[in-house]
């Protein structure tokens, strides 16, 4: 018997501006878009697209079932959502050896355990996709809506290779034709595409690496590629072995992609491929210049926020705080040592006791070391009630637009805990050093890149 057809989209309305058409047709926040132009709305990109018609008749949903029509002329209905995609997050239909969601512990939310690989998140938020699950229509979908650019996993070029890398779902994957990159690529030929290639060892990385690069060089939408490598866990049961880089094996993936750079920037202006921030922390060596990230359009990768957290510098330093109090910074094991390097001039700073500590995460495993991925577990065995006045944790270890950690605890859960106030730091040297001087707590948000959790719970899906 065949299922039933999914209900039509229903996106929640959140807000009505006041003085609006929809405010004045009586639109309340809790009721539903049903249709715009009698069409069902599947997302934000389709409500924008029929607006931008001119003259459109809106439809929506009471609570108690009743419908409400009225037209807008040429100007914004006033109504604000709940979500940007209103049909549902679009799933991925590999199964990849190095997937992060299937090495998650159990006991968080369940937003956490969504693999998404929604290309319009791509498009509005910077999310990398795949392209595996696409269906013709929303090729032709992309393409006639000019949605550019996207942000795509390629991995590897080598389409035999990929197939066994990420072991694609036969029934999930809606085209075959999908899951050829190549083809994928050449048909998106309109559409600018930053890439990213996680990086194995001895999988995709060496000469089939170069040979990727070298062929993503060839295409003309493909703008820059992101070089990561793979991030394991220690919750890998049934998974397929595999290990993260050694010192060596990182000096050996940056000569290799340092001299695609040097080519790169000779032949075609740009660099072209960058590596992620682990690659030379683990490797021993000093991270590139400010300019050779090329206004670190990669960022929210891992590339380059550890130079972009360090620009700039410190504020003047005062001899002296006129409260004496003791901070301690926890974040994790990659960036504590870089940290502590940064902030060793405070310690000229008469009554100013301050600390950094790399705490271990016992959440996912030790071998992941980025603060982003700190649990609020994680702080509560790695500091001690009482031992500071201030503890500093990184804008990255909250859900975003929130105080929740992980593990759902909260920063007051924490400072209940600990008996001591907690607060984020800044995204930035400078501003983490006025936050540890003058106690002002940092607005700034999020860099993404080191938490692979970040843009999916900022769109409320992950």
Same mark, same amino acid.
């Given at each position: 018997?065949?299922?039933?057809?999914?209900?039509? #989209?229903?996106?929640?309305?959140?807000?009505?501006?006041?003085?609006?058409a929809?405010?004045?047709?009586?639109?309340?926040?809790?009721?539903?878009? /049903?249709?715009?132009?009698?069409?069902e709305?599947?997302?934000?990109?389709?409500?924008?697209?029929?607006l931008?018609?001119?003259?459109?008749?809106?439809?929506?949903?009471?609570?108690?079932?009743?419908?409400?029509?009225?037209? %807008?002329?040429?100007?914004? #209905?006033?109504?604000?959502?709940?979500? /940007?995609?209103?049909?549902?997050?679009?799933?991925? &239909?590999?199964?990849?050896?190095?997937?992060?969601?299937?090495?998650?512990?159990?006991?968080?939310?369940?937003?956490?355990?969504?693999m998404?690989?929604?290309?319009?998140?791509?498009?509005?938020?910077?999310?990398?996709?795949?392209?595996?699950?696409?269906?013709?229509?929303?090729?032709?979908?992309?393409?006639?809506?000019?949605?550019? #650019?996207?942000?795509?996993? /390629?991995?590897? &070029?080598?389409?035999?290779?990929?197939?066994?890398?990420?072991?694609?779902?036969?029934?999930?994957?809606?085209?075959? &034709? &999908?899951?050829?990159i190549?083809?994928?690529?050449?048909?998106?030929?309109?559409?600018?595409?930053?890439?990213?290639?996680?990086?194995?060892?001895?999988?995709?990385?060496?000469?089939?690496?170069?040979?990727?690069?070298?062929?993503?060089?060839?295409?003309?939408?493909?703008?820059?590629?992101?070089? !990561?490598? /793979?991030?394991?866990?220690?919750?890998?049961?049934?998974?397929?072995?595999?290990?993260?880089?050694? $010192?060596?094996?990182?000096?050996?993936?940056?000569?290799?992609?340092?001299?695609?750079?040097?080519?790169?920037?000779?032949?075609?202006?740009?660099?072209? %491929?960058?590596?992620?921030d682990?690659?030379?922390?683990?490797?021993?060596?000093?991270?590139?210049?400010?300019?050779?990230?090329?206004?670190f359009?990669?960022?929210?990768?891992?590339?380059?926020?550890?130079?972009?957290?360090?620009?700039?510098?410190?504020?003047?330093?005062?001899?002296?705080?006129?409260?004496?109090?003791? %901070?301690?910074?926890?974040?994790?094991?990659?960036?504590?040592?870089?940290?502590?390097? $940064?902030?060793?001039?405070?310690?000229?700073?008469?009554?100013?006791?301050?600390?950094?500590? $790399?705490?271990?995460?016992?959440?996912?495993?030790?071998?992941?070391? %980025?603060?982003?991925?700190?649990?609020?577990r994680?702080?509560?065995?790695?500091?001690?009630?009482?031992?500071?006045?201030?503890?500093?944790?990184?804008?990255?270890?909250?859900?975003?637009?929130?105080?929740?950690?992980?593990?759902?605890?909260?920063?007051?859960?924490?400072?209940?805990?600990?008996?001591m106030?907690? !607060?984020?730091?800044?995204?930035?040297?400078?501003?983490?050093?006025?936050?540890?001087?003058?106690?002002?707590?940092?607005?700034?948000?999020?860099?993404?890149?080191?938490?692979?959790?970040?843009?999916?719970?900022?769109?409320?899906?992950?």
């Amino acid at each position: 018997m065949p299922l039933p057809p999914p209900p039509p #989209p229903r996106a929640v309305i959140r807000d009505v501006t006041a003085g609006s058409a929809a405010h004045h047709a009586g639109v309340k926040p809790g009721d539903r878009l /049903v249709s715009v132009n009698e069409c069902e709305i599947p997302d934000v990109l389709a409500y924008r697209r029929e607006l931008m018609l001119g003259e459109v008749t809106v439809t929506t949903e009471r609570s108690d079932g009743s419908l409400l029509t009225f037209e %807008v002329a040429w100007e914004d #209905p006033g109504l604000e959502f709940e979500d /940007v995609i209103f049909d549902g997050i679009r799933t991925c &239909a590999n199964k990849c050896d190095f997937c992060y969601v299937h090495q998650m512990p159990k006991g968080f939310r369940k937003s956490l355990y969504m693999m998404d690989d929604d290309f319009r998140t791509s498009f509005l938020y910077g999310s990398f996709v795949t392209l595996t699950n696409l269906t013709d229509a929303d090729v032709n979908r992309i393409l006639d809506e000019h949605l550019s #650019p996207l942000y795509v996993s /390629v991995h590897t &070029a080598n389409e035999d290779l990929r197939s066994d890398m990420m072991k694609w779902w036969r029934l999930k994957v809606k085209d075959p &034709a &999908a899951t050829r990159i190549r083809d994928m690529i050449e048909r998106l030929e309109p559409i600018d595409l930053y890439t990213q290639m996680v990086l194995l060892p001895g999988r995709n990385d060496g000469d089939e690496m170069e040979e990727t690069l070298a062929y993503l060089a060839e295409r003309p939408n493909v703008q820059a590629v992101a070089v !990561v490598p /793979v991030g394991l866990t220690d919750h890998r049961t049934n998974l397929p072995d595999l290990r993260t880089y050694t $010192a060596e094996e990182s000096r050996e993936v940056i000569r290799r992609v340092e001299a695609v750079q040097r080519r790169m920037l000779s032949e075609r202006g740009t660099r072209f %491929v960058f590596l992620s921030d682990e690659f030379y922390i683990n490797a021993g060596l000093a991270l590139p210049p400010t300019e050779a990230y090329e206004g670190f359009a990669m960022l929210e990768n891992g590339v380059g926020m550890t130079r972009d957290f360090l620009d700039g510098g410190m504020p003047t330093l005062p001899p002296r705080i006129e409260q004496p109090r003791r %901070v301690l910074i926890a974040t994790g094991t990659l960036f504590g040592p870089i940290l502590e390097r $940064a902030l060793a001039p405070l310690a000229s700073v008469e009554d100013l006791q301050l600390e950094v500590r $790399a705490l271990e995460n016992r959440t996912f495993g030790h071998v992941t070391s %980025v603060a982003g991925l700190l649990a609020g577990r994680d702080v509560l065995l790695g500091v001690k009630p009482g031992e500071a006045d201030v503890l500093m944790l990184s804008p990255n270890v909250v859900k975003y637009g929130t105080e929740l950690m992980l593990d759902d605890r909260s920063l007051d859960d924490l400072r209940r805990e600990l008996g001591m106030d907690v !607060v984020l730091g800044g995204t930035t040297l400078h501003e983490l050093t006025e936050t540890i001087l003058f106690g002002a707590e940092a607005t700034s948000t999020p860099q993404f890149g080191f938490s692979t959790h970040a843009i999916k719970e900022a769109s409320q899906q992950h």
